[in-house]
């Protein structure tokens, strides 16, 4: 009986893992597309549209993402992030 419960216990556990780690990238991406939004308001156009256009994978994963503004209507600006850190390409 004792042997059943580790069984189950273990299983748990790796279910548990596997649904926390699809968890975090999610929570990652959001972070990094508020704090895209963020740099973009800084840069004078204020967000109305946010779209990830080129993604980066490896050691140091980074995200571009366009930023349509509000304040004109062809007006778009480009934001890469790596982390939480973002910086204003165009």
Known sequence: M???YGQARRAFVAVFLMVLGFQVPAARAAEAEAEAKSTALEAGCKPNKVEAVQRFV?????????ITCQNGKDLAVYV???GRTCVLIR
Request: proline share 7%.
């Open 2 to 4: 004792r042997r059943i």
């Open 58 to 66: 490896g050691n140091s994963p980074d995200l571009v993402y366009k």
């Open 80 to 82: 890469r992030c790596q």
